[in-house]
């Protein structure tokens, strides 16, 4: 049995994603890890960073990031799909630049694999996630914030990257038979310098609508991002994996973060911060085990 590792990124130095710590996150169990690198603006040590791993798992192609894609994210379910294509694995293991995987996981991944390599009615895994926000402490385990996605997809069975590399489908727009275990993903999008976040965020909007427009929207914005009263978010209480402790070290903006329970917002609230949204996990808490009642499901469970 072989596994590859996949990825798309461009810019990840200049943005703060954790590409390295990503990739090395599971560097111990993929036989090739692919990397489908954009053209990085001038001055993004993105290609330097990856590089540093010095493994000759990693296979590095360019690419380059047209702006007639910059629709919807396209963009980034074209150049998932493309890096998703070089995979030689039977198994391919996909992971955002941003999304780290814990080392207590790795061997349930690769025993999970093994099982049901044969079994060609499993397309692919289903894992949890941690959404941090903020800071490394705090994360999003609420109704708004997805709960669950596919990272590990079979090959060469006409799986294709969907919307906006959220996720995959098979063939004509079907969707993938899963299996559903206990492994996380642990997704920092959101832990960012306050000014590094707001350009992040212009940039992922412009992947959307188009640098122009996206442009003359952010005219008039901040130029921090505003996380709001983190008073009323959830203490993560676990482990962050052990590839994350140079990234989680440099973080240096507590005094900027609102760690009380009110705030006078700059921009329009979020979905945890809005009361249906608090309404909802509040139930789904109390009746459901925390699973989502009416949430976003792709998959079909096997």
Same mark, same amino acid.
């Given at each position: ?8 990124v ?9 590409? +390295? ?15 489908a690198?954009?053209d ?16 000759? +798992?990693?296979?590095i192609?360019?690419?380059?990031w ?9 963009? @980034? ?10 995979? =030689?694995?039977?198994w ?5 630049a ?8 790795l061997?349930?991944i ?21 959404h941090?926000?903020?800071?490394y ?6 109704h708004?914030? @997805?709960?669950?996605?596919i990272?590990?997809?079979?090959n ?26 206990t ?10 310098p ?12 412009s992947m ?7 442009a ?10 505003? @996380? ?11 482990t962050?994996?052990a590839?994350? +402790?140079d990234f989680?070290a ?8 609102n ?9 329009? +609230? ?7 949204y608090?309404?909802l996990? =509040?139930l ?19």
């Amino acid at each position: 049995m072989t596994i590859s590792g996949f990825t798309m990124v461009r810019n990840a130095d200049k943005y703060y994603f954790p590409i +390295k710590a990503s990739i090395e996150s599971i560097l111990p169990i993929v036989d090739e890890f692919v990397v489908a690198l954009g053209d990085n603006d001038e001055g993004d040590q993105t290609r330097e960073l990856i590089e540093s791993i010095e493994s000759n +798992k990693i296979k590095i192609i360019n690419r380059v990031w047209s702006e007639s894609n910059f629709v919807d994210g396209k963009i @980034y379910a074209n150049e998932t799909t493309f890096a998703l294509s070089q995979c =030689k694995g039977d198994w391919c293991f996909y992971l955002q630049a941003d999304e780290v995987v814990h080392e207590k996981d790795l061997d349930i991944i690769v025993k999970n694999c093994e099982k049901y390599l044969d079994n060609p009615k499993v397309d692919g895994f289903l894992f949890q996630y941690n959404h941090f926000f903020g800071d490394y402490e705090h994360y999003l385990p609420v109704h708004g914030w @997805y709960k669950n996605e596919i990272r590990i997809v079979r090959n060469n069975v006409g799986i294709h990257s969907i919307k906006d590399a959220q996720s995959f489908r098979k063939n004509d727009n079907q969707k993938l038979n899963v299996v559903e275990f206990t492994p996380y993903i642990y997704h920092y999008g959101w832990v960012r310098p306050l000014e590094l976040m707001q350009s992040k965020k212009k940039a992922m909007d412009s992947m959307y609508h188009g640098t122009a427009k996206t442009a003359s929207q952010y005219q008039l914005k901040p130029n921090e991002f505003d @996380y709001g009263a983190l008073g009323n978010i959830p203490i993560f209480e676990g482990t962050h994996p052990a590839v994350m +402790k140079d990234f989680i070290a440099k973080l240096d903006w507590q005094h900027k973060l609102n760690y009380s329970k009110s705030a006078n917002l700059n921009r329009p +609230k979020m979905k945890h911060e809005q009361l249906k949204y608090q309404l909802l996990t =509040k139930l789904e808490n109390l009746l459901n085990g925390g699973k989502d009642i009416f949430g976003y499901s792709n998959w079909v469970k096997v």
